[in-house]
């Protein structure tokens, strides 16, 4: 096996994919049943066994197997000597197990502050003015330092939100009470599809995803998706968050040698499927832009138009299974697959989509200069792990035996949002009951107090007083006056 490729199958020659262009990103379409999961699995094997750590999504639940070696069968040693793979072997491969739900791998968390406005409001499928006081909830969150970590946080945020809108309309803009309530009933709906378990910490540290074994194989970072489809918004994502996390944290490579992790994300209509315009264009510009941090995407789907076209203008490696053409639309999806590769004069490769078997692929991936190669029809290799679902005893000693183990598998509830709004308001409601106690205590004060008149009479006594001051005061103003006259005339 080269040293600087990854094996993917025989054709009228041997079909490598180059580790220093894998970060140029892929694309694996093929109808269901054609072989598109034993390619990821293949493909993960042999980066692996290069050193490159891998992400991949089991989306059925038979992509685990790749933690074990396959078993030996005779159908598997006829494809491997066809193409003359003639060091072909049985192995597992180093595995992390993860699971949003935390029942099938380490739990996989992060914080509401680091999922962001815009992601969570693709969750919740809210509205513009709803995405809108979503986006004031986290301004206010920032400059009042309130950490978001999990929904509790969130919701009681939007609580004391709809208390101040007064407060807060000329600084951040309106809040309306009956928006912030769609929003907790979106929240709610959530909670009811487990996503509370997504939220908290500790937070996935992304480094975690690009681990090595001490004799240099990369690590295959499984996560548990057969469940997590049921929510298929939250799975995409989940997996558009961790896509833009690596893109914000991973330094500036350039073009490495070798990736530093490979992305696969299965099912990817899902990240496309009613996403607004705005939306795919920073998905656009993440694919774009996350080459340079050495991170390789690879879009697996059943059809290439399942991909909006400035995506799918970045995958230079591409792998194409069978597809059928009964419908126009097929029909169309056939054509556009076919006039995405570097034709081959041998063939016609619109022909030959629709009449690929199992196992069978069109297969054009970059060559030295990152020009496309011209495409061959190609017999994929056989894994060396097992195909199919690893056994329940083996995914818990793997778990166990996981060098992440004990970092995730508890969960912490640190003060938070939370907690400090809380106390906010407890001081609130104390304020209120002693201003109105003190207001009860002077109301009280001014019932006991006895009653005087306004005016009170003088006795003659005081008159003649009070008369012989004013007639004296009138005297002596006069003497001042004329002696200040006097001196003048002078």
Sequence with gaps: MSDDAVFIGGSTKREELLLKLANRHGLITGATGTGKTVTLQILAEGFSEMGVPV???????????????????????????????????????????????????????????????????????????????????????????????????????????????????????????????????????????????????????????????????????????????????????FLLWLLSELFEELPEVGDPERPKLVFFFDEAHLLFDDAPKGLINTIEQVVRLIRSKGVGVYFVTQNPLDVPDDVLGQLGNRIQHALRAFTPRDQKAVRAAAQTFRQNPAFDTEEVITQLGVGEALVSTLGGKGVPSMVERTLIRPPSSRMGPIDEDARRAAIKNSPVYGLYDEDVDRESAYEILEKRAEQRAKAAEAAKQQAEREKAAKKAAPRRSGRTRQTATERFVKNMASSVGRQLGRAVIRGLLGSFLR
């Design 55 to 237: 992400f991949a999504a089991d989306v059925k639940g038979d992509l685990s197997g790749i933690a074990q070696p396959g078993e030996p069968k005779d159908f598997l040693f006829k494809r491997a000597k066809k193409i003359n793979f003639d060091d072909y072997g049985f192995d597992g491969f180093p595995t992390i197990f993860w699971d949003l739900f935390g029942k099938k791998g380490h739990p996989v968390r992060t914080t509401i502050s680091e999922m962001g406005p815009l992601l969570l409001s693709r969750l919740m499928n809210l509205t513009e003015a709803q995405e809108g006081a979503l986006n004031i909830a986290f301004r206010i969150a920032d400059d009042e330092g309130l950490l978001l970590l999990d929904l509790k946080d969130l919701r009681a945020l939007l609580s004391d939100l709809a208390e101040r809108g007064k407060e807060i309309a000329s600084e951040y803009g309106n809040v309306n009470k009956r928006t912030i309530g769609a929003i907790q009933r979106r929240l709610l709906v959530m909670e009811e599809q487990g996503t509370e378990h997504f939220f908290g910490e500790p937070a996935l540290d992304i480094r975690d995803l690009m681990r090595t074994t001490r004799n240099g194989k990369g690590y295959i970072n499984i996560l548990a998706a057969d469940d997590l489809m049921q929510s298929p918004q939250l799975y995409a994502t």
